[in-house]
């Protein structure tokens, strides 16, 4: 299905926005599969999130994918894109710059615990600032410095051939198209091509594709997917395959890995 653009008529009018007094703010909108927030930017941070879905979040040069388990930190004023790559109920929690739970300007994927998935149900439950809000926000705080990151992200380039070749394989992974079939179709012969994948990247055409699927396959695994199921979606020929090449990577199997997290 075509990613389809969301208008960006905000949604969240500026009394809406987070402020001094009232330092942390819940957006809920709840969108289609192939949805995306084009690239946009705001002053305040925010913790993107969603408790059914799952999200593909672009930002400051990488791409994260983020299952219901996992959230996104974005801070203030980093332009970023999100788009919805399962019918998703999308939710901001919008952190005003002065209350940022991390110091810099680097995004990280968080494991969001239990606690934490119900205080910011919790929060889109009430309607009037008070105490109440109060101690929610101060406890939020709390769990998301706590919150362990992941890193886990995929690096994109900016050339726009190369670029373009990359989006076909993230709307693709499982596709066993060569890089000279690539090159027939983004106008760019593959010797270029390669050339840039080291200068851009520092990484070849067949190890950005190995990582693509490996982050690829987490949010997968994590959604309750079964790991041959996963192994077939990412164009592994087994699941054999598929296990292998990730213990190469994490240094353990995929089974011990999830069952650790």
Known sequence: ??????????????????????????AARDLLSGQTLDAHTHPWGQLTYTPHGMLQVIADGNTWFVPTMRAIWIPPDIPHEVRMLEPSKLRVLQIHANHSPFPGKQCRVLEVSALLRELI???????????????????ILDELVAAKALPINLALPKDKRLNSLCEMLLADPASAMTLEDFAQQVGASSRT???????????????????????????????GMSLSQVASELGYASQSAFSAMFKKTFGVSPSTFFRQK
């Not at 299905?1 to 942390?24: E, G």
């Not at 149900?121 to 406890?139: C, D, F, R, T, Y």
């Open 193 to 223: 091509l390669s050339r840039l994948f080291e200068q851009e990247l520092n990484m070849s055409f067949n190890a950005w594709r190995q990582q693509m699927r490996l982050a690829r396959a987490t949010p997968l695994v994590a959604s």
């Open 121 to 139: 149900l919790s929060l889109g439950q009430l309607n009037q600032p008070g105490e109440k809000e109060n101690h929610l926000i101060a406890v």
């Open 1 to 26: 299905m075509p990613i389809q653009p969301v208008t960006h008529t905000d949604p969240h009018p500026p009394r809406q926005h987070p402020t001094i007094q009232r330092p942390l703010r819940l």
